[in-house]
């Protein structure tokens, strides 16, 4: 036990006033507590204890007071305590002994249970009040009876047919029951639910008690809680105030065998107006209320205590005060906020752990604010550092707006009983001045939403979530992931400086800087992240404004936009027209050229193929896709409409690709924002269980020219088959392109579509294709990973395979992460190929026996198929022989083999440069491709000419390399030599 300082000074004060007895106090006494002490006791040693609560609450306990309860006990009632310590020297409630930490317990147990039959029974509780907010069985807590059930289709919601402000609920379901004195909980909208006492019904309508601030939402969910009528599953239990009856569903199980215990008193721990209390090592459960509940206190300090099964806040420090320190706690089973503390100044809340909050709708209170692991409304001075913080009904830390530091912090699931929160969040609609404020280095991932109760399953979970005339944050070196809304999301922001932070795999964006009706977005910096889009159909980065210039919003650069499965429109940008372009996926270079921002920024060093492909299955779909002749094309092949009437093809025999081409261009140019043209091709029946590929080549006479490719209906509704639009940059130098489209659904009139934006340059299309397709998709989970270290020293991660970071760095053994950092990781699987030479008799005679065949053999080693038509290969012989290809053969007899035929591609293959028959050169024809872990091989005549006798040489086969991989990942392997010998 710790020694308490003496103050002599006091000492001396205190002997001349106080008679002996109230001497000893001063003192600092220690009290002990125990379950099978006596009241009568003096309670100064282990062995004469106090037996309760009660009575402790009735000494009159001086700085450096200790009351220790005993360890693995448990007390019912509420500790308060009603004096002050002094600076230096608190009032130190703790714990004794060995065991688990004591039990101050809010609940009492009820017994006598009586069945009433239909699998309910029911106990009278004396001592129960106005309401019950818990009953628990074993400890268990168990469901506040409701219709309907959780289980139940759309988990237990009703819908809001219809509403008359707040007072008024038409329902969509019938209603067949009387539900008048229950409570109606009512999804107000995605961010609120409301409780309110039904006090009439006819039929389908209930009228309400309402004191929300939120009306009723038409199409939002309800459901019936507090009432006898809703026992149905087990454990669902209903409190009468006026009866102090509890009814109790138990379903086979007799409740009189089991420990049944109900929340009675309001708080487990309590101080009003004190100061100086240390509150050490407590166990607080099955309060009615709060578990801890401090009122305008100042220096308070808990440490080590655990509140559990609170029937409202976990712990609440309600009004003001000074200096307050909560360290190491752990709060869970919360069934509103878990911790909430108000205006208070210099407040640490450091190392705790906050689970399982409010995740029972309808148990937690009504309108703003609730339903929060954390919420601090504090006034300067607070560091809310390395807590973890998980499963939260709604927004996980909501932080105060001035002068505090939240850093280290994990935070995970939330948003698990409301939408439209966070898992860092604050809002600032009052306008009020705010600033000083900084996140830095916290962990954030799974912000869920829920559907069920929600009109059109809008989920919006955000990481960091800065809402609503935000001011003066710096949200640096955080890591947010696998969030329902945006990674990290200003609305309405100014001067946030927004830098070093990590988002990946969040499912709208990975960072949204976004405009509100109140506040626009002004002077903001927003540098160094990385922005990883995980799937097609997230955005990296999101730029909205409706109000001003998207050019005002601040300074952007060196940030990452990446999204490596289709990484050129990932970004969206939204500004009124005539300027801007409303809704429509953009590309990082029309942010940068258009409105001047992240000149220095970069999109995904790589792309990630998310497939392999292994055969065609289907035969070709467009007819003269080689648009060799001028005729024919527009009626079988291809045809354009456009947003604006100004978009026509023609066909040009310029040889631009290769011979006669399709030329897409505009007749006019409107500057609409995001007028196009569109190619579309019949491709008629298409299946939703299949894959398609679409390729073609293309090239225009000035760079950066976007082509979106995907499918849609060929008649009415003409909407898109996919959920994402590929999109693909075509240049001046003609390039080959492919994109597998999966359609969203069958449909017999299919059209294959080309996007071309306007512009007063063509773009020239040939070899266009479009087959069915037998892949193998790739998990995007196994082509893109975030690592991240949430411990306090260096973590290093082995991986399997090789992989890169945005940054293009290599890494293929480990990863070493510094503490509270993340990285995010793309497997690097380009296809690599690697040939060899076949040739098994190489020592050459004179004629006749100076003649050999022999092939080539380019494996595919790196597990992914090449992209079609785009291989280029060259063997060389040396001086004094000769080379020969054929490209008319399919088999080859290899010298010095074993005579059987070997089945070669030759017929695959074009000439494409031949230096004095010694050095040939080849290209894959357009349509072709090496199959993942497959193999091309070619078929190769050499001649002794006229090397000299004696002479030793190497014939060389090179795969050329391939600076866009689009065939070849890894150079290293590409050249393989054989010697021959002339004899
Ligand atoms: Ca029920
Ligand atoms: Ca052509
Ligand atoms: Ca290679």
């Known amino acids: 036990m710790k020694k308490q300082k003496f103050n002599h000074t006091k000492l001396v004060v205190l002997l001349l006033m106080l008679p002996a007895t109230v001497f000893q106090i001063a003192l600092g006494q220690t009290y002990y507590v125990a379950s099978n002490g006596n009241d009568n006791n003096n309670g100064t040693s282990t062995s004469t204890p106090f037996q309760t609560i009660a009575k402790v609450n009735t000494l009159t306990l001086q700085a450096g007071s200790h009351v220790l309860f005993r360890r693995g006990d448990v007390f019912r009632g509420t500790l308060t305590v009603s004096q002050s310590g002094a600076a230096g020297n608190p009032i130190v409630i703790d714990a004794y002994g060995s065991g688990t930490k004591p039990t101050l317990s809010g609940s009492v147990l009820v017994t006598g249970w009586a069945s009433i039959g239909n699998g309910k029974w029911q106990a009278t509780c004396n001592s129960c009040g106005s309401m019950l907010t818990g009953l628990y069985s074993n400890s268990v807590a168990q469901p506040l009876g409701r219709y309907p059930n959780a289980s139940d289709s759309n988990k237990g919601y009703l819908t809001v047919q219809s509403h008359v402000g707040k007072t008024k609920l038409i329902s969509q379901q019938p209603l067949s029951t009387n539900w008048v004195g229950g409570e109606a909980v009512i999804r107000s909208n995605y961010f609120i639910i409301d409780r309110a006492t039904i006090t009439q019904q006819s039929s389908n309508t209930l009228t309400l008690t309402n004191t929300s601030a939120y009306n009723l939402t038409d199409q939002f969910g309800y459901f019936i809680q507090n009432h006898p009528a809703t026992l149905d599953q087990q454990g669902e239990w209903y409190y009468d105030p006026s009866t102090k009856i509890i009814t109790l569903y138990s379903n086979p199980i007799d409740p009189n065998t089991q420990t049944i215990s109900v929340t009675t008193f309001s708080k487990g721990a309590t101080a009003l107006g004190r100061a100086n209390i240390t509150f050490n090592n407590l166990r607080i459960i099955e309060t009615l209320n709060y578990g801890l509940y401090i009122e305008n206190c100042s220096n308070i300090t808990v440490t080590n205590c655990e509140v559990i099964n609170s029937g409202e806040n976990g712990v609440w420090f309600s009004g003001s005060g000074n200096t307050i320190s909560f360290l190491n706690n752990l709060i869970k089973d919360s069934n509103n906020n878990g911790f909430q503390i108000d205006t208070y100044s210099n407040f640490t809340f450091q190392g705790n752990t906050i689970r399982r909050t409010a995740l029972s709708p309808g148990r ?160 903001n910096t927003t540098t160094g992240n990385i922005f990883v889009a995980k799937l097609a159909t997230q955005y990296s980065g999101i730029y909205n404004s409706y109000t001003t210039n998207l050019s005002t919003f601040g300074t952007f650069d060196n940030n990452y936009y990446a999204r490596p499965l289709d990484d050129v429109q990932s970004l969206r940008l939204s500004y009124p027209p005539p300027n801007g372009n409303l809704f429509d996926p953009q590309s990082l270079l029309e942010w940068q050229t258009k409105y001047g921002k992240d000149a220095n920024s970069k999109t995904s060093p790589i792309t990630l193929k998310g497939y392999t492909l292994n055969s065609y ?178 973590t290093t991660i082995t991986l399997s395979g090789t992989y890169r970071d945005v940054k293009n760095q290599l890494y293929s053994q480990q990863v070493t992460l510094s503490p509270f950092t993340s990285v995010v990781l793309l497997r690097d699987i380009s296809p690599d190929l690697s040939p060899n030479i076949s040739l098994p008799q190489s020592n050459f005679s004179t004629a006749p026996n100076n003649v050999r065949n022999f092939v080539v053999n380019i494996f595919e080693v790196g597990g992914q198929s090449t992209s079609n038509g785009t291989i280029t290969m060259t063997t060389v012989v040396p001086t004094g022989y000769t080379l020969a290809f054929n490209g008319a053969l399919t088999s080859i007899v290899v010298t010095g083999g074993d005579n059987t035929p070997v089945t070669i591609d030759n017929t695959k293959w074009t000439l494409i440069n031949n230096v004095a028959n010694q050095q040939i050169s080849l290209r894959m024809n357009a349509g072709q491709f090496i199959p993942a872990g497959s193999k091309a091989t070619l078929g190769f005549t050499v001649t002794r000419t006229s090397a000299n006798s004696g002479s030793v040489s190497s014939i060389t086969t090179n795969i050329s390399n391939d600076a866009i991989r689009t065939y070849d990942g890894n150079s290293v392997n590409n050249v393989y030599s054989r010697i021959v010998s002339g004899l």
């Open 364 to 523: 937690g209170k009504s309108g703003d604010s609730q339903y929060n692991a954390f919420i601090a409304f504090c006034l300067t001075g607070t560091l809310i550092e390395s807590n973890t913080i998980d499963s939260t009904g709604y927004t996980a830390l909501n932080f105060p707006k001035d002068n505090a530091v939240v850093r280290r912090n994990v935070v995970s699931n939330f948003c698990m009983t409301k939408n439209d929160g966070g898992g860092l969040y604050i809002t600032n609609n009052a306008q009020q001045s705010m600033g000083n404020v900084t996140l830095q280095e916290n962990i954030i991932y799974n912000g869920l939403g829920v559907a069920e109760g929600t009109p059109d399953g809008f989920l919006g979970a955000n990481g960091i979530y800065l809402d609503e005339c935000i001011q003066g944050i710096n949200v640096t070196g955080n890591t947010t992931f696998k969030c329902s809304g945006a990674g990290i999301y200003l609305h309405g922001a100014t001067n946030v400086v927004t830098t070093n932070n990590t988002s990946f795999d969040n499912n709208y964006t990975q960072f949204a800087l976004d405009y509100t009706n109140i506040c626009a977005s002004n002077n």
């Open 617 to 794: 299955t289907g035969a070709e779909r467009v007819v003269g896709g080689d648009f060799t002749t001028g005729t024919g094309f527009g009626s079988g092949g291809p045809f354009v409409f456009s947003d604006f009437n100004n978009g026509q093809e023609t066909w040009d025999n310029t040889n631009r690709i290769n011979g006669g081409s399709l030329n897409l261009n505009f007749t006019s140019i409107t500057n609409n924002p995001g007028a196009s043209l569109y190619a579309g091709q019949v491709i008629n029946a298409v299946q939703k269980s299949k894959y398609y590929l679409i390729q073609f080549d293309a090239v225009s006479p000035i760079p950066n020219r976007l082509v979106q490719v995907y499918m849609q209906h060929q008649f009415a509704p003409f909407v898109p088959l996919v959920d994402s639009r590929p999109a693909v940059v075509v240049g001046t130098t003609p390039r080959h392109y492919e994109i597998v489209v999966k359609p969203l659904e069958d449909l017999a009139n299919a059209l294959a579509i080309l996007r071309v934006f306007e512009n007063n340059q063509p773009i020239y299309i040939d070899n266009f294709s479009v087959r069915e397709v037998d892949i193998t998709p790739f998990s995007p989970d196994d082509l893109m990973k975030l690592y991240y270290n949430p411990n306090a020293r260096d």
